[in-house]
């Protein structure tokens, strides 16, 4: 019966092409394309309009909905200003799961409860991720994800709902295909062979959302939006009414007020928006709820290069996906803790090994994950909208616009795969209630609107910056992907390598693709500190901590040139940054280091020996040494051969800080180790994380449903 089913479905999934399932799709905007008013403004010039100018439209909040809300006013022709109180996508919008998703999650639920408004959103999402293709092509690109069936009546089941899924998709979606157990596991080796029955692949966007974000607000300020970040509003202006009429903001870099003034104020704060409330209005009730969601960055080898992995029912009872991106491996589950305190989004140990605990139960057995190859960690808060009267009236029943009692905007909700269309309607209710009067009635973001860097690019377009430029290929490749056409403005003003090859492109850092004149090219991309560069230009933290604290001097010198930093605003930005790598990207958890320490087992002359044998090794200074060090000084204890399953226990229960690195703490751990000859003291780690996690079992059990989130990507 099962290789009846199995012939069945890959059959079905090869043969069956679109069919008529009523849904009509959009029809193309004959709009003419409106044209970019200037060349992108300096931070400054925006700072000065906004002591002249009386805006129709004052967007708060620079992540993807707030920056979609300036773009799509922008194209309009309405006065547009934007302010964001950190960076542009500093908060959820950057740290999301890169997927551009249509909500097979959200499908699951609409089949299962015939709900019409899972339906809705799911077919809003299909839509504008293929909207979000045009707006940005070089910044997304679809990704194969593979999705396993684990017992013979998955099968027909998950054909029926990618069916489904694939005919609400517009036309041009590459379609779905089946495949066996042995062909599932050619794609993917590290799955689990007993637990397999095959395997579907279908496919989803892909992107990264921190460039997305910037180039959705930069591509404002092109069509004339004034936009500034690291702008924190401290209070709301109000007019004579008592109505809210613009908002004072305090410069975060030199502590200047900027009172601004517009007709119409729009709250667009992501899960932050009931403080601005607040502002408007003391008394207001609680609009927006949220959850949290961390993700995990693992080397390449975690996952095939191209394809991704989402499996949303493992035979543990979790869902998990596992994703390749900029040559990284990204972890993350769809359930998501309950009950979560007020908090600054920092990811906690448990967070990880929550994360690692998942992965463990669902590779096969004698793959060893270590918590040594979690290179980043981040995690972000999803808004959103509290059930309501209001929300219960919505078609999409996933975010809420509501025109506050003293007339301002507020707009909770919404996922990457939708952020454009919400913009969209945001700008269409301010239009309605503020009596705008824009040059263009309708959006034109949809059909004829392409963001800075996406007109003229092709997929090839690398070749030629390997061709006139001398280029490394990787480098090229990286740099057509991010800025699109405007690579060729970053290759003019790269710095001769010295070399014979390459010619032009000085590295960062040797194994990524980021070169020196990207840092230039930051800061006129409104980079203002060296988190903004190192986290949300160059994306490098949120790919490997110890990789951008190595880099943080370098990057510091070159910024301190375009900004014109002192020595000690130097110190004082590589200080911050610092904090942030430790506190956000997972460098160091959240824990103290003296709840986590573990005992090392060896007499106080022992680990002075240790510890000067370890000064010696290290001769730059540099607070590692190297395992190939290791392996030497274990010979000097008189050790004539290496245990090398025994190092490996050790490596695996340490965190090590980089892949073949150890700090002095961990060296000690490792000589300990070799000491006593076995590696059970180790597990004191994971005991203190198994206690934390009973003590927070609340949380734990208890996981988010992920109705109105839009999907569980």
Known sequence: MAKIIQMAVMLGSSKLGHGAFGFDERQADSTPVPQMKRELPTRKMCLEAFKRTHYDIL??????????????????????????????????SSKSSKLLHGGLRDLEQAISRLDVAAFRRVRCSLQERSHIGKLAPHLSQPVPILLPVHHWWQAPLYYMKLKIYHLMAPKATRSFQYLSADD????????????????????????DDARMCLSVALTAARYGADICNHMKVSRLIKNKDGNVAGAEAVDQLTGKKYSIRAKVVVNATGHMSDSLRQMEDSEAKPLCTRSWSSIIVMPRFYCPEEVGVFDPHTPSGRSIFFLPWQGHTLVGSSDEPLNLPEQDTQPTETDVQSLLDCVKHFVTPNFDVRRCDVLAVWGGYKPLPVQSDTLHHT??????IQLGPRNMLSIVGGTWSSFRVLAEKTVNAAIRYGDLSPLRKESVTAESCKLDGASGWSPKMFIRLVQDFGMERDVAEHLSNTYGSNAFKVAVSADSSGKAWPIVGKRLHSEFPYIEAEVKQGVRDFACTLEDMVARRLRVAFL?????????????????????????????QIRQTRTFLNSQMGQLTKESASQMSIPIKMSVRQVRKFAGQFRQMDDNNTGYVSIADCCKAMKTMGVKEVPVDLMHDVLRDIDVHAQGKVNLYEFLLLMSAIVQGNT??????????????????????TVMQMERAGGGL
């Open 59 to 92: 967007i708060i909040g620079g992540g993807a909905v707030g920056s979609g809300c300036a773009l799509d006013a922008a194209t309009r022709g309405l006065k547009t200003a934007l302010v964001e109180a950190n960076d542009f996508g500093s908060g959820t």
């Open 544 to 572: 490997n901590v110890q990789v951008a604290e190595e880099i943080l001097p370098q990057v510091a010198n070159i910024m301190a040139k375009e900004l014109n930093w002192s020595r000690d605003q130097i110190k004082k």
């Open 184 to 207: 599932a596991l050619e794609v993917f080796p590290m799955l689990r062979r007993q637990e397999l029955f095959g395997a579907f692949v279908f496919y989803e966007g892909q992107h």
């Open 395 to 400: 078609r999409f029943k996933n975010h809420v």
């Open 680 to 701: 059970e003291y180790l597990r004191y780690a994971r005991l203190y994380l198994d206690h934390k996690r009973q003590m927070q079992g609340s949380n734990f059990p």
